[in-house]
């Protein structure tokens, strides 16, 4: 049984930064990718980041590119998410997800992923 548990999430002014990180209780953590998405009301899911299970790629969308940074801690199986420069359409539910297939590259697209928290909401003031 796998788990995964968003925590961080709040209320920030734009310009402000938050921290989200999530708790993973997966076998062999280190082997799968991680990533996180988003989902803003009355959108679709989006794909913010990605990390691979080493920790030495990464993939962003563009729109977070110098902003967001995306890490993980093998040791304590847990993924983060530093944001920074946050704006307004950055508010959202935040969701971690964990790869459906060990040893890939970050992947981008929310079908490759099998393993979903429950979520962290991220509300940015203008």
């Known amino acids: 049984q796998v788990q995964l548990v968003e925590s961080g999430g709040g209320l920030v002014q734009a310009g402000g930064s938050l921290r989200l990180s999530c708790a993973a209780s997966r076998r062999a953590f280190s082997s799968y990718a991680m990533a996180w998405f988003r989902q803003a009301p009355g959108k679709e899911r989006q794909f913010v980041a990605a990390?691979?299970?080493?920790?030495?790629?990464?993939s962003y969308v563009d729109s977070v590119k110098g902003r967001f940074t995306i890490s993980r801690d093998n040791a304590k199986n847990g993924l983060y998410l530093q944001m920074n420069g946050l704006k307004p359409e950055d508010t959202a539910i935040y969701y971690c997800?964990?790869?459906?297939?060990?040893?890939?590259?970050?992947?981008?697209?929310?079908?490759?992923?099998?393993?979903w928290g429950q979520g962290t909401q991220v509300t940015v003031s203008s």
């Open positions: 990390i691979s299970g080493g920790g030495g790629r990464t």
């Open positions: 997800a964990t790869a459906r297939t060990a040893y890939t590259a970050p992947l981008t697209r929310d079908y490759d992923y099998n393993y």
